[in-house]
């Protein structure tokens, strides 16, 4: 980095994640006549890309209204509502389409490389900032920013290994860097606490003992004591409840089960939206129509059998009891447990296919027209640094790609000025 002494404008991206590199191309090439340089802290770039989706990298997602799109952030949303309008889903598979990555849409609405390996990302950016002449330089560490001067209109970086560098423009894309925050309060940004999203909870209970893999459709997953509530499907895990219900409700809940230093109860319905009296009503009829059969054989509400057994277990049911013997109390309870189960969460565990942190810049410090702070001209930021993030299912790299793309277009206009 020690010969960096062009006269060319030149843009300075610290982090060499989704976000910078997209940046980094955008600008580059819309200006080849700006020095493009990414400053990357570890021994690789794209670290958190080549993991992502389980190795196959969820790239995005096949909603592509922006109005539908942003009730995916639970922080974020409004301010990502207009960059949404300038580059969203369909620009980011048209993107990678245009440099040869065919991508594929799987029922849930994520999407994919068709390849099912997120290598093909990677491949593509790094082929991407090597057409642009990016200039990577990786192992070294920001540890200081110091914002232009009225003697120097530019900013002075420093590193802990090598010698300070300036730069006219300046992106931050360093994900979610402790030390990166702590450096941007000092120079008066607010930043949001980090906590984490998406997660799964950790549940101890004799209903769900060994019957890890089970999974339900449709549930919907209440927190007690709190307006929290979310629908999708669940997952029976070797240490308590996972999938999208569960993860939907982290995401929203992040900050509220952080303060319950995630001990809180939840309150499954197993049926999805069945209300408890017509459940009681439902059962009666399948005693009065079933008066020989046990209930435990014939599970309802598409529930898994090995579930369904649990339930009726927990409600008093003996499994050799007749449906006509069932008690009143009985069914009410099956009922409850049916539509009310209540389980203590003791806990939560990272769900390996996708996690993010929540927190961050303060989105009232940033101009979203084009990712640039509000408080220095010229310094921009994107990606999970900012104070956004968004539920599973490709909405966190969009933002990085939204944030990114803008910023870079933003950078390389203002540089030909
Ligand atoms: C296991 C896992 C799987 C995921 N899967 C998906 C998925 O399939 N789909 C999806 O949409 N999202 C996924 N995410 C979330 C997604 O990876 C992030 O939202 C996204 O990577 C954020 O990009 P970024 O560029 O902002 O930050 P990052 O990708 O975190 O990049 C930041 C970079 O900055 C560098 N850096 C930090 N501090 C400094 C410093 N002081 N000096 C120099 N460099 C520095 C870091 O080393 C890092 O390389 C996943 C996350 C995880 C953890």
Redesign the pocket.
């Known amino acids: 980095m020690d010969n960096l002494t062009t006269e060319k404008p030149r843009l300075v991206i610290?982090?060499?994640?989704?976000?910078?590199f997209f940046a980094a191309i955008t600008a580059a090439e819309n200006n080849p006549n700006l020095e493009v340089i990414i400053?990357?802290?570890?021994k690789d770039?794209?670290?958190?890309?080549r993991?992502?989706?389980g190795g196959?990298?969820?790239?995005?997602h096949a909603c592509f209204v922006p109005r539908d799109l942003v009730k995916f952030y639970p922080r974020g949303n409004k301010e990502l509502l207009g960059p949404f309008h300038k580059f969203s889903t369909g620009d980011t598979i048209d993107w990678f389409d245009k440099r040869g990555v065919k991508t594929k849409i799987e029922d849930d609405g994520r999407v994919f490389p068709v390849s099912d390996d997120s290598q093909t990302i990677i491949n593509c950016l790094w082929k991407a900032v090597k057409t642009a002449k990016v200039q990577i330089h990786t192992s070294?560490?920001?540890?200081n920013i110091q914002p232009p001067t009225a003697e120097n209109p530019r900013y002075k970086l420093s590193f802990a290994q090598h010698s300070p560098i300036e730069t006219d423009y300046l992106l931050l894309?360093?994900?979610?860097?402790a030390?990166?925050w702590d450096m941007l309060q000092s120079i008066d940004y607010q930043i949001i606490e980090p906590v984490p999203s998406l997660f799964t909870f950790n549940i101890k209970d004799e209903r769900l003992k060994d019957l890890a893999g089970v999974a339900v459709p449709q549930a919907q997953v209440t927190v007690k004591s709190q307006k929290l509530s979310a629908e999708g499907s669940l997952l029976v895990t070797h240490w308590g409840l996972s999938a999208f219900a569960v993860l939907r409700l982290s995401a929203w809940g992040a900050r509220v089960l952080h303060e319950l230093d995630y001990k809180f109860e939840v309150v499954f319905n197993w049926t999805g939206f069945e209300k408890v009296q017509d459940v009681i009503d439902f059962l009666n009829e399948f005693k009065q129509e079933n008066p020989r059969k046990h209930i435990q054989n014939y599970p309802q509400y598409g529930l898994p059998t090995r579930l369904w057994e649990r339930l009726v277990a927990a409600a008093g049911i003996a499994p050799e009891l007749n449906a006509a013997d069932i008690s009143k109390k009985q069914i009410q309870n099956l009922a409850a447990q049916l539509c009310q189960c209540t389980f203590a969460v003791n806990g939560k565990s990272t769900f390996?296919?996708?996690?993010?942190t929540s927190g961050g810049v303060a989105l009232n410090q940033v101009d979203f027209g084009c990712f640039e702070s509000r408080l220095h001209k010229n310094l921009f930021f994107?990606?999970?640094?900012l104070d956004i993030?968004?539920l599973?299912?490709?909405?966190?790299?969009?933002?990085?790609w939204t944030g990114?793309f803008l910023a870079g277009t933003e950078i390389a206009n203002r540089a030909k000025s």
């Open positions: 610290i982090g060499g994640g989704a976000a910078g400053i990357e802290k570890g770039t794209l670290q958190k890309v993991i992502s989706g196959r990298c969820n790239l995005t070294q560490k920001l540890v894309t360093t994900g979610s860097s030390a990166i390996k296919d996708e996690f993010v994107a990606g999970e640094i993030d968004a599973t299912g490709g909405f966190n790299f969009q933002a990085a990114g």
